[in-house]
């Protein structure tokens, strides 16, 4: 069992960064694959980026490749996202997921999920 708690969300100016947080339980948190993803008001939840256990492979969403990077820190239990040059068209509530094996674009492959924090960005 996996509990999640994300943390960083918050309202800023376009072209503002934000770094969001998510803060894993247990001792197996190297053993997941991490994801994020994120859900804006009236539309489908979309993945955003994903890191493997070790944190040596990331994959990101064509959206924000180039703007956002993933991280992790096993010895924390906290995965990372970096968010700069932040467009309205970012704002959502964003999600972390944890699954076991590699990372995945599906949000079906995802296990454990936390509750989610809010990002809103003003043109």
């Known amino acids: 069992q996996v509990q999640l708690v994300e943390s960083g969300g918050r309202l800023v100016q376009a072209g503002e960064s934000l770094r969001l947080s998510c803060a894993a339980s247990g001792r197996t948190f190297s053993y997941y694959a991490m994801g994020w993803f994120r859900q804006a008001p009236g539309k489908e939840r979309e993945f955003v980026a994903a890191?493997?256990?070790?944190?040596?492979?990331?994959d990101y969403a064509d959206s924000v490749k180039g703007r956002f990077t993933i991280s992790r820190d096993n010895a924390k239990n906290t995965v990372y996202l970096q968010m700069n040059s932040l467009e309205p068209e970012d704002t959502a509530v964003y999600s972390c997921?944890?699954?076991?094996?590699?990372?995945?674009?599906?949000?079906?492959?995802?296990?454990?999920w936390g509750q989610g924090t809010q990002v809103t960005v003003s043109s």
């Open positions: 890191i493997s256990r070790s944190g040596g492979d990331t």
């Open positions: 997921a944890a699954r076991r094996g590699v990372t995945s674009r599906s949000e079906k492959e995802y296990t454990y």
